[in-house]
């Protein structure tokens, strides 16, 4: 049920929820959230509480992903656009931590110490003789674990899944404060396509003929993109071809469900 990147994310912070006697967790995404999916999912498996605050409103129909998280016991709360927006803001939360007693923020996409820390854990199934690894990047916790761990002589490369008008700035910022520059990772920022969740004409095509060609499901959020990224990457750049890459297929075919 937990698919991709989201368990390494979420065990370590399911284990530091329980060492602290906490009982639930409060996170955000959206209604196809593939972070929420997990975390309700997890939760109940740990034997904690969850609670979703979802982008939307009461009234829109419940998608598959929000159903699954109702059934596994997930408390959902719906907050409006503007609302939703202040979500890295501790005045945010603090109503949300108020209301519920014994209860631990989750940030978006698990952006944490213990969710670096658990990324990092990609590593172990990563051949040793890779020299470059490529992610996707939406939260940035992935890309933090794997150049945080990274053996030596091993390249990063993140591809961001959703457009930023000031270059990535936010992102950058949050990988400098865990002493993480341009020696750990790199950034591949032309492959967002039109935004976060969907697909140029280019990249929708690629991701059928992948698909169809390899038997290997892409979803439009993350893996469509990076792997027409590497795709694209390869033509342009043929130093590439002499490199042992690895791509990391993180999961999120649970949110193409209509």
Known sequence: MVSGNKLYKLQPLLEAAQDSGLQTLIS???RYSNHLHALAWASREAGLQSVGLVLGYAAQVLTPTLLDCQRWGMELHFVDRQTYQERYTDGFWQPWLSLYPNSMRVNEGGWSAEGIKGSGLWWQGIDPDTDL?????GSGSTLAGLATHAPAKVSVVGV???RDADNYQDLQTKM?????GSEQYSLWTDFAGPGFGKLSPAQRTFSQQFSLASGIALDPVYTAKVFYALESQLTVDPHLHNRKIAILHTGGLQGCRQ
Do not use: E, I, K, N
Request: hydrophobic share 70%; proline share 6%.
């Open 176 to 180: 400098a404060a865990l002493s993480l």
């Open 133 to 137: 690894v490529v992610c996707a990047v």
């Open 28 to 30: 955000v995404g959206g």
């Open 160 to 162: 961001p899944v959703f």
